[in-house]
């Protein structure tokens, strides 16, 4: 499964890789024909993952990850660098999310949440970023989400915040890693069908979430991976630090129908 | 190829140097069948063929908006059924404020801004009757950072109301099957730079790009791609910034 230093299967890192939006990027980037790195809190789930990928005629290994640890994060990308020496592209996927009242909202919550979705993107992107400059070309992909663009009602005072500090880091990181041939961007999705949502929203906020929704849906991890195979084709290497919404019109709209 | 059997209208298309034609080029080599608007008809005629015989070259000012009515209905009457428009027309000028005139003031915006509302107007009808549709429309950096390079005043507002034209079209149609967009460029290598910077310029603005270099028009073509493929589905109203990091937001 290793891939040689000079082979021209691209390398990719996907972190929250084993479920949701970062299973669905995987899929992807295996029939793109890149060596996938399924990395994941739950190895078991990555495992599967990887298995499952590899059974479909792709390339894929699977990571321990906890990208709440810096000594975890330090420690896969030691096993990337030994068994693959390379990478050129990441999928920053992992996150978590809860909601609170605000003038509730427990700080150590707040700190998990900063600490896995935005020290743990940075962490990992500067580790891979260090990597990528060597072979002159990379590409970072941060997964955001339109609750770092605007408040998305009540209880994301953490969730959101480390999103707009994710849209914020990808910026800083587009312009200091352009010089090296590194584009780094963000998807910020709407509402998407995944685990994560399936337990934060309850049905009447799915269904106001989705009124709200010029399309008047949520969206698929399909339809997000597919923008993050966008970004890290060819066809975008003119596009660094942006944040693009991938939301049914949600931004554009505000409330849809007022 | 994600594009089979589609038909796109490209307005502004006959500048072989020029974005539009990049971007119809790109759609054909993935499967479209394209069709050229431009003011100049015979110019049209051989920006199509210069793609494929299988391409149509129409003359149309988008400023008439019976002019885009009958292109329209040309194209259907052609080849039936449209799924892609891209409301690339477009004048760029460069006079400040104080140096540009009224006639300046309306052929930049009725170009842009005029031929987007007349061209999305007359498609929009057909794309509702099937429930599907891709409209992309070009903005610029421009109007991202209130001009300031090439762009004037007229052409940063006229770029500004593109682009919102796209968001309020995405809110009003996304209930039909239709998506709107926008791409913001940033500065593209074309002809549109003739005379108006020289090589020594195009180098000290790609010095204060981040990736950099200028665009050039496929860097435009290839998101244009993305925003009428089915890989941005669950994309409409978004302004897409092409611009290698000129201005981040």
Redesign the interface.
């Known amino acids: 499964m290793q891939t040689h230093p000079d082979s021209e299967r691209r390398v990719a890192l996907v972190t929250g890789g084993a479920k949701g939006i970062g299973a669905t990027v995987c899929e992807r980037l295996a029939a793109a024909g890149h060596q996938v790195l399924v990395a994941d809190l739950d190895v078991a789930a990555a495992e599967a993952m990887a298995s499952r990928l590899r059974e479909t005629g792709g390339h894929a290994a699977a990571l321990a990850l906890d990208v709440g640890q810096p000594e975890s994060i330090a420690r896969t990308f030691e096993h990337i660098e030994r068994d693959f020496g390379r990478c050129d592209i990441l999928v920053n996927c992992a996150g978590i999310a809860k909601v609170f009242p605000f003038l509730d909202f427990p700080l150590d919550n707040f700190i998990a949440t900063m600490n896995v979705n935005v020290t743990g993107t940075l962490l990992c992107a500067q580790a891979a970023a260090r990597l990528m400059v060597r072979r002159r070309w990379g590409r970072i992909v941060n997964i955001a989400s339109v609750a770092g663009l605007r408040a998305v009602g009540s209880g994301r005072t953490a969730y959101g915040t480390s999103k707009g500090a994710v849209i914020a880091l990808t910026r800083q990181m587009a312009v200091e890693l352009a010089e090296h041939g590194i584009t780094a961007n963000a998807v910020a999705p709407g509402p998407v069908d995944t685990p994560m949502t399936q337990a934060l929203h309850t049905e009447q906020f799915r269904q106001e979430y989705s009124k709200a929704i010029p399309m008047n849906r949520y969206g698929t991890t399909a339809e997000i991976a597919a923008a993050v195979m966008y970004l890290v084709s060819e066809d975008a290497s003119y596009t660094s630090g942006i944040a693009l919404p991938v939301d049914g019109g949600f931004l554009a709209a505000g409330a849809r129908g007022l | 190829m994600s594009l089979t059997d589609q038909i796109a209208i490209v307005t502004g298309g006959a500048s072989l140097r020029g974005i539009g034609w990049a971007t119809a080029k790109r759609f054909a080599d993935e499967g479209a069948r394209v069709v050229i608007l431009d003011i100049d008809a015979v110019a049209a005629g051989q920006a199509a063929r210069a793609i494929g015989p299988q391409h149509l070259g129409l003359a149309c000012d988008v400023r008439d908006e019976a002019a885009c009515k009958l292109s329209v209905q040309q194209v259907l009457d052609a080849f039936g059924r449209i799924d892609i428009l891209v409301n690339n027309a477009g004048v760029s000028q460069s006079h400040r404020l104080m140096d540009s005139t009224q006639a300046d003031y309306d052929l930049v915006m009725d170009v842009s801004v005029r031929g987007a509302y007349n061209m999305s107007r007359a498609v929009v009808p057909h794309m509702r009757s099937r429930r599907c549709g891709a409209i992309v429309c070009m903005g610029s950096v421009a109007a991202q950072r209130g001009g300031g390079i090439l762009g004037g005043p007229h052409y940063s507002a006229a770029k500004g109301a593109i682009q919102t034209l796209?968001?309020?079209m995405?809110?009003?149609l996304?209930?039909d099957g239709i998506r709107a967009n926008a791409i913001a460029p940033?500065m593209v290598d074309t002809d549109l730079l003739v005379g108006k910077i020289d090589d020594a310029g195009k180098r000290r603005v790609a010095d204060g790009i981040?990736?950099?270099?200028l665009?050039?028009p496929a860097?435009i073509a290839?998101?244009c791609?993305?925003l009428v493929s089915?890989?941005?589905?669950?994309?409409?109203?978004?302004v897409?910034?092409?611009?290698?990091?000129l201005h981040?937001?």
């Open positions: 796209a968001k309020a995405a809110r009003e996304a209930p940033g981040p990736l950099g270099r665009a050039v860097d290839n998101a791609l993305f089915d890989q941005s589905a669950y994309i409409t109203g978004v897409l910034d092409v611009s290698g990091g981040i937001h």
